[in-house]
């Protein structure tokens, strides 16, 4: 995990860590390239300057030097041109006394004999003038110049001017006048033009100290110093090398007064120098760590500003990233990030047209597969009913079958019972024809008892006998009625049962619906004529016992009742005619029996048929039944695919819903 | 590996820019004259003996090294010599020799010149308004002069420990006087003897000057064992003031620089001890080479006798005794 997350540095964090060092580092360049370039700078300027006080101080000592001297030369040329002497060389002496600061005793001649005239004021003495500094050193010159530095009878550290004054006095005279070392100082560091540089004069000789701002150095030998620093000087002025140099931290300029042997140095500690180097160095870094600070804070706007748009692209992205497309880019700067932005933007904006459509489309397809698997299912559930039904229809169609089958058994079993009851029938017929042919014979007998009523008495055992006969016919006709009864009730029962089987056989029973009716019908009627044969029956019963008891009586009361004779050969010819229509319906009755027989044959031949057909519609509808099955397991394919489909459907959705797309793509 | 080749990119780059800058000044440099082009001008302050071999020597020396070479004489004028500088630089002049009017005009000079090099010669210029490879001194070091003076006087006196000398100097100011005093000093200085300068005084060049010093030094009655002058005129003088004063002038060695006519003869009558001759043909001659050197490297540091700081080239002086002077005698 932190593998794969790589730590994430900022642009900016990047930027400043590239261009801060480079900047420090040329900063730092800068500010070293620039502090040794201004060190030099500053010290070549230090160095003119000094060389140009130093050169100041020196025109200034010379000039001064100059002018004393001058003076002293115009003096001694007056006295030398005037040859003045005595008073007039006392009062040209006088008269330079306290005439200058700069050699406030004035002039003064020395002779080689020791004579000393010198200003009347003046408080110079000189035990022997022609040992002294000033006497011997001028005796080697005409031109008056100056003499070491001494220190003079009064106990001045002076130096003089002096020269052989050539005054044609025809004796060596020597002209001085003394310069005091404290004034030369004054004069040396009076006109030191460069701020904290120091000064001081030096013989180059003897490398005594003409003029120091310590007056006890004054006079003192350099070579003596205890101070490193001037015993260097020392060094370097005796070797006549009066080049600038840096000597003990102090950078030291050297310059010869002109027709002196003097040397005026000239020094500043370089600490004061390069103090300014410091300062300039300090602001240089101070300048560079602003500037730094400065560029950095400037970089850092810069880039926040600069990378502000892709930090919102960033955010934009992450966003997209995390699905939601419902984000906007502001309109960005017209750089590369802009550009970018623009197309970011695009690029959301075709997404969520897209994801849009993809939505409306997995809508529709969540749609559809609910749909269809709602359809799948009620197919399923038809197919499985249908199956149901199919199968109950196939075992009712087996139950047809069963039904036809025993239809037809029964049509065959009716068949035979017809075929015996038209020959019982015709056997009732025969045995009506024999009852006619009785009842003729009885009406015959019964008119030959009309007409032989005598005979009657005898005859009555006979007719009694007859009477009983016919009783007993009766009762076996009663018993014959009895069993057709019995026969068309079972057929009326068959006919019924036939209707029913041809009404659950539809249509293909119809036809044999029809046969059953009739047939129910002809039952019926039987039934109804052996009622009526059954009560007519009982009447004859009834009416034989009557006739019988009659015929008592009428055998008792033949005589009594001839009429009744003929009522009763009346209700016997009725009774004949009644017998003649028993028999015209048992024949009408046999007929439709035959009828039946063939309808029941027909029934038996229609039945084989149909119970072969149910067998081929039970065939059939098995394999419909099959064939259901196979609908029903394909349909619960159809419905487990369509559910897959919808589970499908729902996870698209479900995926396509993570995009946030907002309002405006119309979800 | 990323970090490590940001680094190289950014060293190279700044090499890059290093070496640009590096390079475009270093086009600059390019000797664009032939030898033969150079145009060689000789601004004279006023033509004498010394001068005239001087211009002779640059003009020989010059036609040798097929230069262009011209010479005007200011005739002792500022103000011509100003107008002659200007004139030679508006004519394109590659260099020019200049024995200056005043040294105290230098700076004048150089601006009348704009970029044009100046060779100094004769007189030379404060040292500060030198420049290498700009503004050079070809001439004669005045000190080397005094010092050939003191090693005559050291070797003629070999035996002494201790001894009188007598310095009679040119002008105070005047910067041979200066070179060839400290020159003689600091040579008698280094040798440790006890030297006593028991005269010295300036008589400014003039004969009669240094005559009128030494009969006054001889009153004084100290003793002196050389007399050492700035130019053999004075040397002349004090030749003069011993032939009055009775002293024999071979006895008392008299030394004077220059090697003049009068020197030499000096010299050669046995008054005069040694003179030192400065060399003007030398002179011109090293004056050219160095004008052409300048044109063509911007540098004398290669010329013989050129300093090290390349602002000066010093051209030998020759000493003259009783014993080469007929080299030297016209």
Redesign the interface.
Known sequence: MKENQKKIISIKVKLLA?ILP?VIVIMSLLVGVLYYISKDIIKEYSENLL?SSIENQTNQIEAWLDENLSAFRAVKQSIEQTGASGQQLQAILDSYYGFDDDYPNGLYIADENGGLIKASASEKTEADPTQSVWYREG?????M?LTNAYTNAEGAKVISAS??L?DQSGM?RVISADLTLERISIIVNSYIEMDQARAFLVSSTDGTVLAHHDNGLISTKLSESRDAFLRDIWQKVSQ?DFDMVEIDSNMTAFS?I??TDWVLVSYIPTKVIYSDIDSVRNMMLAIGLVSVILLAVLVERVVHVVIRPVKELIKVITAMTNGDFTVEIKAGSNDEIGVMSGYVQQFIRTMRQMIASIHTVSDKLGEQAGDSDKISREMYEASRLQGQSMRELNTTVEQLSMSVGEIANHATTLAMVVADTKDDGEQVDSKMQETVAVSRSGQEDLQRVNSAMELINVSVQKLQQSIDEVGKASKEITNITEIIGNIADQTSLLSLNASIEAARAGDAGRGFAVVATEIGQLANTSADAVHNIEGLISQINSLVGDTVKQTKESVENISHSNSLVGDTLRTFDSIFGNIDQVGTLVREMIRKVEKVDEVATNVAAISEEQAASSEEILATSESMVRQVDNITSNSESVSKGAEELTASAEELYEHVARFKIGEEAGL | MRGKS?MKR?ISVWLAIVLLICAVPGCGQSAARGRGGVKIFFALNQMDTFRQTLVDGAAEQAAQAGAQFAMEDAQGSIERQVEQLKKAAAENYDVIICSPVSVDTAVQLKMSVGDVPIVFVNSCPDE?YLQEGKYIYVGSSEQVAGAFQAEYVLSKLSGRQEFNVVLIKGP??HSAT?GRT?GVK?VLEESGKQVH??????AGWDTAQAQ??FE?FL????SADCVICNNDAMALGVMEACRNNGIDCSTLPILGVDATADGCEAIRNGEMAFTVYQSGSGQGHAAVDAAIRLVETGSVKDVEGSTEDGRYVWVDFERVDSSNVSQYDQ
């Open positions: 590239i480079v060389d005796l080697t010159r005409w031109n110049g020269g052989i050539d060596i006549y010869q002109q027709g | 940001c950014y500060k105070a100011s200066v400290s600091r300068y028991v005269f010295e005084d300036s009128k010093l006054l009153k004084t009655g100290v």
